[in-house]
Each structure stands twice: as C-alpha cells, then as structure tokens.
C-alpha cells in the first residue's frame, strides 16, 4: 500500500498537468473507448480493461470495432502508450481508474447492475490509497454511495476506506454521467460539459482536474447523488417529449395533419420549444433504459413516477402501431401478412450509427415474423443480425436492388447513405416511419 499523502488533489493534479497520471478506463465499449482515445490524445498512458479477450486482442493490434473509430487512432492512442488487458492487478499502477461497463434492465425491467458490482468485486483488491475511481455508467441516485463506495471498502484487504472528509486518507470516489451523442458530429465532444460529483470534497476537485484535462468545461455538484439524477433527467426529459411527439403524430394522422410540418413550425419559435421527432419506437443503450432506473428506485420511496410509466407505454406502442399502418396499406392492395414480401430499411437503432441496441426494427422484424411475413433487411453497418438480448434473428443484409419484388419496404431508420427517391421509384410500396421520403411526391408513399 502506499504511503499516505494528506494532499491527494495536489498530487494527482501535478501527475495530471505533467502528464504523468496513468489513467485505466474499464470497459472498452461505445463510452469507454472513445474516452481512452481523448485521454490519449492528450498525451496520458491509459490502459483499458476489458473482459471481452476479443476486444483486447483487436485494440492491442492496432484496430477496432466500432464503425466510427477508425484503426488509426488506435495506433495512434497506441504510440502514446495505450494498450487494452484483462488483467485487473493492473489497477494498482494507476492513478485514476473510470469504469463505463453496461447497466441494461434484467427480464423483470428492473437495474442489472452486475457488471458494475462485478467490476467493483474485481478491481477492490487492487486499489490504492490517493487514488480515484469514477463510475460513468448511468445508473439510479444512490449506487455510487450506496453500491460502488462500500464494495470497495469490503474488498479490499488493506482496510482502504473511501476518503469523504477534506484531508481523510482513502480511495477517492466520484460519479460522471457520460453525455455523449453517437452519430452527432454537430458538437466536439470535448465541448459537452462534463459534470462531476463526488463522495467527498477531495474527490470531486480530484474528478474535476481529471475530466478538465480533455473536455473544456467541468460542472461539479455536490453529491454523487445528484451527478446520477442529472443524467436521468436529460435522459427522461428526452424519453417524455418522444413520447409525447409519437402520440400526437398519431392524433395528427387522424387529422389528415403532417405533424413534421408542425414540429418544423413551431420550433421556428427562439425560446420555451425544443424539437423532438416522432419515429418507430425508442433505441439504444439510454432512452429505453435509463428511465427504469429511476423508477424502480421511487418505490423504495413509496413513489410513482407517472410521466416515466406513461411515456414508456406510449413509446412501446410505437412498432405495433407502425405494424397496423403496414398492415392498412397491405389491405388497400388487397394483401396482408401472411406471404407477404418486407424488407426492413435500417436496423441500427438511429441514422448512420453501428449500434443495434433495443432498436425498434429487432421487435418490428420479430412481430411480422410472428404474423407470417417474409422478411429481409438491409443495413449498410450490419452485415449480418444474429443472436442479441432478446431476438435471435440470424439474418443477412439483402443487397437493395429489385425493390419491386417486396410487396413493401418499411424505413425503420433513415440513414444518409440511401437514395430515398431510387427506392421510391423502384419500390411497389414505401412505409416511413421517419419522415426520409420528405419532399417525394408519390402515392407510394404511407407516412407513418
Ligand atoms: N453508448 C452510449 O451512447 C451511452 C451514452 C451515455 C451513457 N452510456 C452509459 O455508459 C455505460 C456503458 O455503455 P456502453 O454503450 O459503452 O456499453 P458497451 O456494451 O458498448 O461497452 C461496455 C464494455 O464493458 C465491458 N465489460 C463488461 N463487464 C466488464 C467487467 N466486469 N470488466 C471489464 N469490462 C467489462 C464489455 O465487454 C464492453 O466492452 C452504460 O451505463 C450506458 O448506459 C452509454
């Protein structure tokens, strides 16, 4: 163990400003490597650990795995001392240690925190004292005090406890919600302020020095607690106001209203409006999740959080009903689903992103399945679908040409890449569920 130093934020600030911090991100995923890639470029020694031999084995051979790293910057992370391991006694050598592993819903829809109490259980033995453990994965107001902070504490053999006063000794520990925004290239990520909250003083001035380094604004709070509900709200507000959009868009329909044509009025208003767009059903690691969380962590309040039920409702409606539009636009040619040719457009989650997780088009694909359609797929970042959480659909991307032999073609997810016109002009029959055919004018088309 080492000694101890009553000025840990000194210390780490001086390593941190000299570049000499070594600095371990757990979980080299979606969060975790980018955030190596930043550290990296600014001339720090990062190790990252994963459990996954096969993503080691890539970073450590200069490549990657996710479509928009390209194998260059992993070489070059790799020249200013990066490597990737699955070795957690490495820990010990490092002076800041962020852990970005997943935290999905279990099949009750309740928190899965296994892989950040796994994390925790393994790296406990290997901490330090002065050194500083972040957790960035979302997760409900109360898991790094209540979870991570006393894990570490019980597993460790030296006695460590997690420092909470101003000079205490002890590990030191905070809580960073990532904010980041796969696929949006309008904002450096290095411009999304960074906020901090750790479980004492030193810990969040330690926290704040560390993320200072790459991203240029740094908001600290005053508890892990609210660094934690931070997220949640962005994430919820967001979940609410999708909701919100995809049960007007249905009142619209009804109403023989573009509901697009609504949002892009009404947000030509400079203040109190904030576009949010219909679409298929909700995708991805966040928005589906994140809010669950908080849920089920209001009833050890003896709360509800109604708006996060409803929305949830709403949102799950959302293949269904783009199911029943299918299977209305079959009726009118005097078809249904059973024998019916689909091919799905886009199965990643949103637009130009490698990322499949929870993504509407799996449910959709499945249900049409269910009701005896022949379905394809085509999605120029998946090659292949095969087994994920929940579906095992093992399926290959269909190569987009002879259009007319589908009886219809269902955009789930408008990446950039297609030629919306070409597919409607070869198409029998076009469902969208994202607005991409806008400006095409063609009774072929069922906005949806
Ligand atoms: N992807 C996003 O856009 C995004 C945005 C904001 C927040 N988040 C949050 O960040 C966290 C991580 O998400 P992600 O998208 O990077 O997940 P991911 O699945 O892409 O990556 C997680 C990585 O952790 C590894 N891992 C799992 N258990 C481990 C362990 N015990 N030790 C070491 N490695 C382990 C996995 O092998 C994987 O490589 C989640 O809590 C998520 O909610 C994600």
Redesign the pocket.
């Known amino acids: 163990m080492k000694a101890a130093t009553a000025l840990p934020v000194t210390e780490l600030k001086h390593k941190l400003e000299t570049r000499q911090a070594r600095i371990g991100i ?7 490597l980018p955030l190596a890639l930043l550290f990296s470029g600014e001339g720090f020694r990062v190790t990252g ?4 031999a096969d ?1 080691v084995a890539t970073l450590n051979a200069g490549r990657s795995y996710i479509v928009r790293i390209l194998p260059e910057a992993v070489v070059e992370a790799q020249k200013a001392g990066f490597r990737a391991t699955a070795d957690y006694a490495e820990i010990a050598a490092m002076d800041a240690v962020v852990i ?4 999905p819903l279990d099949e009750h829809h309740q928190p899965d925190l296994s ?1 950040v109490t ?2 925790v259980e ?1 790296i406990a033995p290997h901490i330090h004292e002065g050194q500083l453990i972040v957790l ?4 409900y107001p109360g898991t790094t005090e209540e979870v991570v902070a006393p894990l570490l504490e019980s597993g460790n053999a030296h006695g460590l406890r997690v420092a909470r006063g101003a000079d205490e000794a002890g590990v030191h520990v905070a809580f960073s ?6 696929g949006n290239d309008t904002v450096d990520r290095r411009d999304i302020p960074k906020v901090v909250g750790g479980c004492g003083r030193a810990a969040s001035e330690m926290a704040a020095a560390l993320y200072g380094t790459i991203f240029r604004r740094v908001v600290p709070v005053s508890s892990p607690a609210v660094a934690e509900m931070t997220k949640l709200l962005e994430n919820i507000y967001r979940c609410v106001n999708i909701a919100l959009v995809n049960e007007l868009k249905q009142l619209c329909l009804r109403m023989g209203i573009d509901i697009h044509e609504v949002i892009d009025a009404a947000k030509t208003k400079p203040f109190g409006f904030q576009a949010f767009y219909p679409g298929p059903g909700l995708g ?3 928005i589906p ?2 809010p669950f969380y908080l849920s089920w962590k209001a009833r050890e309040f003896d709360f509800r959080t109604r708006f996060i039920e409803l929305a949830g409702e709403v949102n799950t409606a959302m293949p269904y009903f783009v199911l029943d539009q299918l299977a209305a636009a079959l009726n009118e040619r005097a078809k249904n689903f059973k024998g019916s040719k689909v091919l799905v457009l886009g199965v990643a989650y949103k637009r130009d992103i490698d ?1 499949l997780r929870e993504s509407p088009a799996l449910t959709i694909i499945e249900l049409l399945r269910k009701k005896g359609a022949e379905v394809a797929y085509n999605d120029p970042y998946f090659p292949t679908v095969g087994r994920g959480r929940k579906y095992d659909l093992n399926m290959t991307s269909a190569p987009l040409d002879h259009l007319e032999e589908y009886d219809a073609v269902l955009i789930v997810t408008d990446h950039s890449s297609y030629d919306y016109a070409k597919i409607v002009r070869e198409a029998q029959l076009v469902i969208d569920t994202r607005n991409a055919t806008r400006g095409i004018d063609s009774p072929k088309i069922v906005r949806c």
């Open positions: 757990v979980g080299m995923g979606y969060v975790g650990f994963d459990i996954a993503k970005c592993v997943p935290t892989y796994g994390t393994a960035e994965s979302t997760t919600p990532e904010r980041e925004d796969p991805g690691h966040c999740i994140d990322d």
